[in-house]
């Protein structure tokens, strides 16, 4: 039986086990951590559901719909759009056609203009007709020159595209890839964002069980350190001694899979810092289980009332929030809750957030590679390493789950192309 070792228990090593297995293959996968999952991880703390910075699933992504069991996910989802905030003023912007009931605070909702509403209903008719790979496979420029050359107000772009966009790229500029726009707004027009009730580690947790399942052996706390391979094998060297396989599928992060195999890798990469706060659950924020954008500026950039969607993240009693800072600000932890608490606190003047506490700060300095203009033309392919070796990871796609869940299948397809 041929034999193949996955390095790395992430979602692409996971999904990449599972069809490896599915499809006769003797499969082991090398996490170096004690828990699998890479990013996508929760941590639980006295009643308390901490995801690894603010995450969450798209659920019309296409390989979200075809490796995941989402109904037993139990899903909680948001309600479409974002209460836009700044001093002393708040504002609900929806899409009405999946929220009725936002419909008329989204009409006259002066934060964004009459002929924005409309550009922005046309941009959905638009993509509703294109498929997912020729958006990513188009020539683009920037969010920012896209937004402009559709005819896009600068008030649309500060008190909308940059915050709610600058959560999901990590770039408040708008500097990314106008391909990621593309794709992610026809995805939240086609369907839900919503977490797990147990977290976001939930999808790693159901990966893990359905390649187990299926007969994959998982490996926690083992490191490998290096790959050594022929034409007809491999020898993976690690923490516990070595071995030897028929191929590898290296499915970890960039920076440790370009050192394994030798090949270029993205380099540069966009951070956060997201923390966690609990409120007594009588203080209600009123977002009807929405973001609160930031519109003035990025600190933070966006705060989430969490147990609003899922009242299993805090015990009886508490609700739990979450602020994002973008990039790595450097200020320590209290500073940071402090400038969340002063932020609350002009957008709700009438209140105090004195109970406002900070649970945990989570600084994840590689939470997406940068994913500029004509970013996937340097992107490394699947089959790019030497010998019987083959890259795993959204980094041979896009940053996102649908790039790593799907790369995990692509990734098994070639290494059984190669056994074929």
């Given at each position: 039986m041929t034999r193949v070792a996955v390095v790395g228990g992430g979602l692409a090593g996971l999904v990449a086990a599972r069809h490896l297995t599915e499809s006769g293959v003797d499969v082991e996968v090398l996490e170096r951590e004690r828990t699998v999952g890479g990013r996508v991880r929760t941590t639980r703390e006295d009643g308390f559901t901490f995801d690894r910075g603010f995450q969450v699933l798209f659920t019309a992504y296409p390989a979200v719909q075809r490796e995941l069991d989402l109904r037993a996910l139990s899903l909680r989802r948001f309600t479409p759009g974002a209460v836009l905030a700044r001093p002393g003023h708040r504002s609900v912007l929806s899409d009405p056609l999946r929220n009725p009931g936002a419909a008329t605070e989204t009409l006259f909702n002066r934060d964004v203009r009459f002929s924005d509403k409309l550009r922005t209903f046309k941009l959905q008719r638009e993509l509703r007709h294109r498929d997912p790979d020729d958006i990513l496979d188009a020539h683009d420029g920037s969010i920012e020159e896209y937004l402009a050359e559709r005819g896009f107000s600068r008030e649309y772009v500060e008190n909308f595209a940059a915050p709610f966009y600058g959560g999901i790229t990590l770039d408040r500029s708008l500097g990314t890839s106008s391909a990621v726009f593309e794709y992610t707004f026809k995805m939240l027009t086609e369907g839900d964002i919503a977490v797990p009730a147990a977290g976001m580690g939930a999808i790693s947790e159901q990966l893990a069980d359905r390649a187990t399942t299926a007969g994959a052996t998982v490996r926690t706390g083992v490191a490998v350190r290096s790959l050594d391979h022929s034409d007809d094998g491999a020898t993976v060297e690690t923490s516990v001694g070595e071995e030897s396989v028929d191929a590898v599928v290296v499915a970890t992060d960039p920076k440790t899979a370009g050192e394994l195999t030798g090949v270029a890798t993205p380099t540069e990469t966009n951070g956060c810092v997201t923390q966690y706060f609990s409120l007594p659950e009588h203080v209600d924020l009123a977002t009807g289980?929405?973001?609160?954008?930031?519109?003035?500026?990025?600190?933070?950039?966006?705060?989430?009332?969490?147990?609003?969607?899922?009242?299993?993240?805090?015990p009886d009693g508490e609700q739990l929030l979450s602020a994002t800072f973008l990039g790595t600000p450097s200020r320590d932890d209290d500073v940071l809750a402090s400038e969340v608490r002063e932020a609350l606190e002009s957008w709700y003047p009438s209140r105090r957030f004195v109970e406002l506490d900070l649970l945990r700060t989570d600084r994840v300095p590689f939470a997406q590679f940068a994913q500029p203009p004509g970013f996937r033309r340097s992107l490394p392919a699947p089959e790019a390493p030497d010998g019987p070796v083959v890259l795993a990871g959204d980094y041979t796609q896009w940053s996102s789950i649908n790039g790593a869940l799907d790369s995990g299948r692509v990734a098994a397809n070639a290494v059984l192309d190669r056994f074929d």
């Open positions: 289980k929405r973001l609160l954008l930031n519109t003035a500026d990025a600190r933070p950039n966006q705060v989430v009332p969490l147990t609003d969607v899922a009242s299993e993240y805090a």
